[in-house]
């Protein structure tokens, strides 16, 4: 079965340094989605992709993050400096073109700022 | 602007129990909704599907209804098991994503 696979799973870094996280959506999906999950709320959406174009990057803090997706496949997301407060869940998903259909989440990288 | 409230935020069941879980969303212009699972430290697993023009979808034990013009979704579990303590999370889709609830973390005791 086809899944959105992301990597690292899990990130320990110290504050200021710069981190990146990279995803690989399931083969065909157009549309790809990173979102920040807090301890005890849900995912928020930080950038979407349609192909290789930013849909909607307006809470993506740009200061410090930035998002790619050159070629329409896979993506990287990265923070530089990372913050204490930026320690998240950081969820990729995607799904075909259409906004009807469902959004396919991979098992998240788990970031730890110190 | 879309917000999505759960309630309740914690819920804990005895093996074998029916159980519902809510969601209410505050603008019905939305195209569909999600019903989500998380386990502890864990990624989402996508529960069921609900288009806007449905009223409900069911999966195994899993039933989830769609009631638009109240804003409220619920997600019913039938003859809950232990297997099923995670965190459940509803998520609508107004435009191009998906904006979530809480979540509500259940535990279902043996």
């Known amino acids: 079965e086809a899944e959105v696979a992301q990597s690292p799973r899990y990130k320990i870094t110290e504050k200021s340094q710069a981190v990146a996280f990279w995803c690989d959506p399931i083969?065909?999906?157009?549309?790809l989605y990173w979102y920040r999950q807090i301890l005890g709320q849900g995912p928020e959406l930080l950038v979407q992709f349609q192909d290789e174009s930013v849909v909607d990057d307006s809470q993506l803090p740009k200061d410090r993050f930035s998002a790619e997706r050159l070629k329409g496949v896979d993506s990287t997301l990265k923070i530089q400096p990372a913050e204490l407060g930026d320690s998240a869940m950081y969820l990729c998903?995607?799904?075909?073109?259409?906004?009807?259909?469902?959004?396919?989440f991979g098992p998240g990288t788990r970031l730890t700022v110190l | 602007k879309q917000e999505v409230t759960q309630i309740p935020a914690a819920l804990s069941v005895p093996e074998g129990e029916n159980l519902v879980l809510n969601c209410s969303f505050t603008?019905?212009?939305?195209?569909?909704l999600q019903w989500f699972r998380q386990d502890p430290g864990k990624g989402l697993t996508s529960l069921l599907l609900?288009?806007?023009?449905?009223r409900e979808q069911t999966s195994g034990r899993l039933n989830a209804s769609l009631d638009k013009s109240s804003g409220r979704s619920t997600l019913y579990i039938a003859a809950s098991q232990p297997g099923d303590s995670a965190t459940y999370l509803c998520a609508v889709r107004d435009t191009g994503k998906l904006i979530f609830g809480q979540g509500t973390t259940l535990q279902v005791k043996p």
């Open positions: 603008d019905s212009a939305i195209y569909n």
């Open positions: 609900i288009q806007s023009s449905q």
């Open positions: 083969s065909g999906h157009a549309t």
């Open positions: 998903a995607s799904s075909p073109r259409t906004v009807i259909n469902e959004q396919f």
